[in-house]
């Protein structure tokens, strides 16, 4: 929280983060750098190291030589990367039957069938075949309603071949879970593996569906398979001895239906409380949790593109108050006030997460918050004192007197080069006043290129961490008018 406020001049005169014995002071003053406590770890690794090493033998680049050594044997090191072939559990499947109809209701470890298909196999064995017709009228469709465990990460999955398809026809494979969808689309033969948590209290149904236009169009499933994971073995924690920081996973690959993210402020090697910041395949959504307690909580949960060898990151601030996530360096939803969950928040446990073999991820970095110098290195450019030509800015902005002034249409100003792509920073200023109700934005490469909005409370201070996505970096509106008048700006990487 801030330790004072000088009235006069508007301008906050620090902040005091108790739990991180250190002082950052604002921008125009004596800069005293965030002293991170000497128990804290930093752990830098790239997995270089012999294919088939156990994780929990394999010393990191930076930190101690035991470091992983809690972690589960199910995690391996492949062509320097890291690997998780979790345990699966019993299959959760009977055969497919012709006996067993909706009238069946929810009849556990078998297929039930929503009305009539068209035509459906007697095999009692291992194949079933649906023909569908060209209405997609939702009755030619098949159903499992697997005995399930909520909190419990389940894959599941069959070998599909399609049969008389004039083109453009599919199957999808929907995992209906508590009335929300996430379909996955089956365009062409082949053995499909999904993976997905059961994150609600209702039973499940994985229903198969076939699309087509053509009359006739039909499909088979053989194989059908619906496993358990064994949740254990899908961290890979080490003990840091902090919580404040970030966990950032590099050169990602992450399998066609797979899952893998970053866990952090874990209370053990295997948390019951933590926050899991996961890139999911299945549903291609991004998602982000607090496990509160053994209970999954969702934070976010958001569409993403995905990239191989992106980047995951998960930052927790200074004062435990947001959570944010980023994917391939972009803010993923909003960041998260997570102050709430104070069983999480002071954890010092962070990771790794995945649930399949063809996850890997070739380096990981989980640092304490550390900044560097302001790169506003020129105190008038911060304090905005005088115009030295540092910012470039718009024709309705103006600097002089202690404050960049905004009067009319839309402003903004910025400068060129100032970060570098990919890294973190922590970035604030002070809104000394406003007076629209124009939206006041971070800026990035352009006016389309935004890193969030600032609060636009006259007398507060605006902060937050982002990554950045270009050179260019500066302030600016999203609509206008837009009157008020900003001061004291600092942009700092993050170590």
């Known amino acids: 929280m801030k330790l004072g406020w000088n009235a006069t001049s508007g301008r906050a005169l620090g902040w005091n ?17 965030r002293i991170i406590s000497d128990s804290a770890i930093t752990l830098i690794d790239t997995f270089t190291d012999t294919n088939g090493t156990l994780l929990n033998v394999h010393s990191p680049d930076t930190g101690p030589t035991n ?5 589960p044997d199910t995690w391996t090191i492949s062509s320097n990367a890291a690997i998780n072939a979790p345990t699966l559990g019993d299959e959760k499947l009977g055969n497919f039957t012709a006996s067993h109809d909706y009238s069946d209701g929810i009849a556990s470890g078998n297929w039930i069938k929503y009305s009539t298909p068209a035509a459906i196999s007697t095999d009692l064995a291992s194949v079933l075949t649906v023909v569908v017709d060209s209405n997609n009228d939702g009755i030619n469709r098949v159903s499992l309603r697997p005995p399930i465990i909520t909190g419990q990460f389940y894959r599941y999955g069959a070998v599909a071949t399609l049969i008389d398809a004039a ?3 599919t ?3 929907n995992n209906y879970y508590n009335a929300t969808s996430h379909s996955r689309l089956i ?11 059961a994150d609600k209290t209702d039973t499940v149904s994985v229903d198969l569906t076939g699309q087509g236009n053509v009359d006739g169009f039909s499909f088979t499933i053989a194989n059908p398979t619906f496993k358990s994971l064994t949740t254990s073995e899908l961290f890979a924690m080490t003990n840091t001895g902090f919580s404040t920081g970030y966990v950032k996973l590099t050169d990602t690959v992450i399998a066609a239906g797979s899952i893998l993210g970053a866990a952090m402020c874990g209370d053990a090697a295997n948390p019951s409380n933590a926050f899991v910041g996961i890139a999911n395949r299945t549903a291609g959504n991004f998602q982000v949790y607090a496990l509160d307690s053994g209970t999954w909580t969702s934070l976010i949960n958001t569409a993403f593109t995905y990239a191989a060898n992106a980047e995951i990151v998960l930052l927790l601030d200074e004062n435990k108050k947001y959570l944010y996530a980023f994917y391939n360096n972009v803010l993923i939803g909003t960041r998260q006030d997570v102050s709430s969950y104070t069983g999480i928040v002071n954890n010092t446990w962070h990771g790794m997460f995945s649930t399949s073999s063809g996850n890997s991820v070739s380096g990981i ?14 105190a008038a450019d911060r304090t905005f004192s005088s115009d030295t030509g540092f910012w ?3 024709a309705n902005g103006s600097i002089g007197s202690g404050t960049y002034n905004l009067n009319g249409a839309q402003g903004l100003f910025y400068r060129n080069g100032l970060l570098t792509v ?10 000394v006043t406003w007076d629209s109700g124009a939206a006041l934005r971070w800026r990035g490469e352009n006016d389309a290129s935004t890193y969030g909005e600032l609060t636009k409370t006259a007398g507060t201070t605006s902060e937050r961490y982002l990554i950045a996505n270009a050179t260019s970096f500066g302030v600016t509106t999203a609509s206008f008018p837009a009157v008020g008048s900003l001061d004291n700006i600092s942009v700092r990487q993050v170590q």
Do not use: C
Request: hydrophobic content about 40%; overall charge negative.
């Open 392 to 394: 470039s800015k718009g």
């Open 171 to 173: 199957i999808v494979w």
């Open 17 to 33: 983060t108790s739990n991180r014995n250190q002082n950052l002071m604002h921008p125009g003053w004596n800069l005293i750098n």
């Open 167 to 169: 083109g453009g026809e």
């Open 67 to 71: 470091a992983w050594a809690s972690v």
């Open 187 to 197: 365009p062409a033969d082949g053995n499909y593996v999904f993976y997905f948590l």
């Open 422 to 431: 990919g890294e973190i920073y922590h970035v604030q200023i002070d809104v």
């Open 365 to 378: 970095d989980i640092k304490p918050l550390q900044l560097g110098s302001d790169l506003i290195t020129v």
